[in-house]
């Protein structure tokens, strides 16, 4: 017999399907069990159309009277660009709606449930808690601080080497590995990389996706100096997703507006650890809507942002390799002198892709 654990894990990987469309929205599931068997499903396809409990109702029919409904996000009370959910349930005629989490809004949490319980519906938060806050880890933080969720990926050798000591970096890990980091560029709003990255290797950094189209990243450069080619490949890409250049105060003006001639947005930014100052940056990022940040840089920019307690999780991978000698580490720059000054990261998730290891966590 199946458990409500059952039907919300249903829940969760129906709002699965929604990772990457869904931005500055969370990515919601919703299932509607009758008589033990389920009557309807939905999830939130996309910014702006229908919620998961809207899609799923309208799936069941009339067979969501008297059902219960499976939801991976507190409804919603409130008119946005769709009418509340809360509404839309009642009108069902569902009598218990089991959340696996609250919403994490300040300004509507709890609104929802109580909205629903004191029209008679049955409501339990709390079942899968744990996987839903994983799921929209990047909404979650933003809602709160209005600041991205910050990822720093980076592909290393085993010893600890993102490029040999000429700076040769093709390919420190597998396709499967790198595949991979085209599903992160496709599910995170932004993507970040250093000048110098730019001038090595002149990347495109957009998501490529085999089984789907996917949505690429805004792209973001860190360049104090505006040091920038004219030619450079970033600047003229065949997408919808912008370019940003983030550069310092002193930046040529003349340079300025050839570039935002060119289609690219230039921001000014006070000077700091990175060239720029990355607190203020990010600050402005989440000032423009962007939820999740994926930063690709290089060893100093790593560095940087982890130097300025920027980042929230990490994405590192890990090649079958060792260089045994020089090469370009990890992170560079200053960092602590003793060993009770390592950041420390928790909640460690450990994956394959072929014979390349991914190493998860969340920096405490």
């Not at 929205?25 to 919620?51: C, D, L, R, S, T």
């Not at 580490?329 to 072929?354: E, L, N, Y």
Request: aromatic content about 4%; some cysteine; charged content about 25%.
């Amino acid at each position: 017999m199946s458990t409500d654990t059952d039907y919300m894990t249903i829940a969760l990987e129906l709002a699965e399907k929604g990772r990457g469309y869904t931005s500055p929205n969370p990515m919601v599931g919703a299932a509607i069990v009758k008589h033990g068997q389920i009557a309807g499903q939905g999830w939130h396809q996309e910014a702006g159309g229908a919620h998961a409990e809207v899609n799923a109702i309208a799936d069941a029919g009339g067979q969501a009277r008297g059902a219960t409904m499976y939801v991976t996000l507190e409804p919603c009370n409130h008119h946005g660009r769709t009418p509340p959910c809360t509404e839309a349930i009642l009108a069902a005629g569902i009598t218990r709606v089991v959340c696996a989490m609250a919403d994490p809004n300040p300004d509507v949490a709890g609104g929802g449930a109580a909205y629903l319980a004191e029209n008679g519906v049955d409501v339990e938060i709390g079942i899968c808690e744990a996987r839903a806050k994983r799921l929209n880890e990047c909404f979650i933080k933003y809602t709160a601080t209005r600041r991205p969720f910050v990822v720093l990926k980076c592909a290393a050798t085993l010893d600890g080497k993102i490029a040999t000591c000429s700076g040769d970096s093709r390919w420190v890990t597998g396709e499967a590995a790198r595949k991979h980091v085209h599903q992160l560029r496709h599910w995170l709003d932004a993507i970040l990389v250093g000048i110098q990255t730019v001038r090595t290797d002149d990347p495109s950094l957009t998501a490529r996706l085999e089984d789907k189209t996917g949505r690429d990243p805004i792209r973001i450069i860190l360049d104090t100096r505006l040091s920038i080619p004219d030619d450079a490949r970033l600047l003229r890409q065949a997408s919808c997703a912008e370019t940003i250049i983030a550069a310092g105060e002193q930046a040529d003006p003349e340079k300025t507006a050839r570039l935002r001639q060119m289609g690219a947005r230039v921001l000014h930014l006070p000077a700091g650890d990175g060239g720029v100052d990355l607190a203020t940056l990010v600050e402005k990022l989440g000032d423009m809507g962007i939820t999740g940040l994926l930063v690709e840089g290089g060893s100093r920019v790593s560095g940087a942002f982890l130097s300025a307690r920027l980042v929230d999780k990490i994405c590192f991978f890990y090649a079958p390799k060792i260089l045994g000698g020089e090469g370009i580490p990890i992170c560079s720059g200053p960092g602590p002198r003793a060993m009770a000054g390592a950041k420390a990261v928790t909640d460690i998730r450990i994956s394959h892709f072929d014979e390349d290891i991914l190493v998860e966590g969340y920096i405490k």
